[in-house]
Structure formats: C-alpha cells, structure tokens
Nanobody
C-alpha cells in the first residue's frame, strides 16, 4: 500500500555530487518527518539528514555543510543533494518517512559509491 522509491544513486568520483530522490506513494496520512539514512559495509545504519513538516532540518555532523535535504510536499518527495562527496560517504542510502501516528516507512535503498 505504501511505497518509497529512491533514485539517484550511482558511482561518482571524490569531490563530485549526486542528488537522491525518494518518491512516496500510497496512504501516508499526515507525514511528519522525511529523512535519509545510510549504512556502509561493516557499520551501523546512521541518520544522514531529516526534515520535518515545518521545514526544520537536522544533519549528521559528518555531512553538515555538504549535504542539503529538502522536500516537495505536493509531490510527496524528499531530496538529498550531496556535494563534495568523499569515499567515506559510500553506503546504501535509504529513505524514511514517518507520520504523526508513530509509523515509519522505509525505502529499499539506493547505492552510492564514491571513488578516490
């Protein structure tokens, strides 16, 4: 019923940029937060960035100043603009959407690979 589909991942050289998109469909009723998480091989999944319905944002320290999260409520889409990428950013990036009832939905993930 609810689907989150990510796109925009791929291979990029260090210093390059990528823009991830996550389009939500289905019965999401009153979306609160939309965010991006990532998990690299051998590491725990971590929050990359999150944006609330009021536009408040929060970023992981490792991406502050380099990544920008935004959302288009009319399109039910959240974006992650990633600039100045480094090999440490290599991971599977997953979209997350949470409503006001405490229910979270996850995308299947898109792989970002940054070469040195």
């Amino acid at each position: 019923q609810v689907q989150l589909v990510e796109s925009g991942g791929g291979l990029v050289q260090a210093g390059g940029s990528l823009r991830l998109s996550c389009a939500a469909s289905g019965s999401l009723l009153r979306i609160n937060t939309m965010g991006w998480y990532r998990q690299a091989i051998g590491k725990q999944r971590e929050l990359v960035a999150v944006i609330t319905s009021d536009g408040s944002t929060n970023y992981a320290d490792s991406v502050k100043g380099r990544f920008t999260i935004s959302r288009d409520n009319a399109k039910n889409t959240v974006y992650l603009q990633m600039d100045s990428l480094t090999p440490e950013d290599t991971a599977v990036y997953c979209c997350n959407v949470a409503n006001y009832y405490g229910i979270a939905f996850w995308g299947k993930g898109t792989l970002v690979t940054v070469s040195s």
